[in-house]
T-cell receptor, first 115, second 112 residues
Framework: DTGVSQNPRHKITKRGQNVTFRCDPI?????LYWYRQTLGQGPEFLTY????????KSRLLSDRFSAERPKGSFSTLEIQRTEQGDSAMYLC???FGTGGAGELFFGEGSRLTVL | GQNIDQPTEMTATEGAIVQINCTYQ??????LFWYQQHAGEAPTFLSY????GLEEKGRFSSFLSRSKGYSYLLLKELQMKDSASYLC?????????????FGRGTSLIVHP
């Protein structure tokens, strides 16, 4: 399968713990996005990479959140000192440039539950 | 930023036609997308409009009017499997990053 891969698919953690999610984009895609989605809402933008450079970060993103994309390949999203409000589906998406549609291809998501 | 508005929920009958509207406000419009999302699954790409007019793809069509900040997704010959959330997303070139912003989605329920 050459789609976007995310893991873990599910993570249950206690408040205050750190969690890390990994995203492997489609190999030829240079753009990578992280979104967060809660029930009944659309995906909310978190951060964006073009190759290895993090070019955009949502103002809503607290400093407990950090993302990396070393070597412009896979990406990780870390949440430190998790809070119950962090419970959500974390979606990773990738795309290739903006020529034509440049549509996003989404992974299956990583569902976080903070107890 | 963008302000994207779409109805929360719609219901329709199998075999019928349904139109899902989306209105938006943006300063640097660079394309509008429609995605389908089944419960518990990832969004999947349906259509893309950057110029005014209608784009047809099988049972699905999408329309765009940039001057009105308006789009719709038209689903024909509805099937039960079309029950899903339909997300309107607008890409903005502000800041040069071209990041799509999503609406909250329209939950479509198709009944027999």
């Amino acid at each position: 399968d050459t789609g976007v891969s995310q893991n873990p698919r599910h993570k249950i953690t206690k408040r205050g713990q750190n969690v890390t999610f990994r995203c492997d984009p489609i190999s030829e895609h240079n753009r990578l996005y992280w979104y967060r989605q809660t029930l009944g809402q659309g995906p909310e933008f978190l951060t964006y990479f073009q190759n290895e450079a993090q070019l955009e970060k949502s103002r809503l993103l607290s400093d407990r959140f950090s993302a990396e994309r070393p070597k412009g390949s896979f990406s990780t999203l870390e949440i430190q000192r998790t809070e119950q409000g962090d419970s959500a589906m974390y979606l990773c998406a990738s795309s290739f440039g903006t020529g034509g549609a440049g549509e996003l291809f989404f992974g299956e998501g990583s569902r976080l539950t903070v107890l | 930023g963008q302000n994207i508005d779409q109805p929360t929920e719609m219901t329709a009958t199998e075999g019928a036609i349904v139109q899902i509207n989306c209105t938006y406000q943006t300063s640097g419009f660079n394309g509008l997308f429609w995605y389908q999302q089944h419960a518990g699954e990832a969004p999947t790409f349906l259509s893309y409009n950057v110029l005014d007019g209608l784009e047809e793809k099988g049972r699905f069509s999408s329309f765009l009017s940039r001057s009105k900040g308006y789009s719709y997704l038209l689903l024909k010959e509805l099937q039960m499997k079309d029950s899903a959330s339909y997300l309107c997303a607008v890409r903005d070139r502000a800041g040069g990053s071209y990041i799509p912003t999503f609406g909250r989605g329209t939950s479509l329920i198709v009944h027999p």
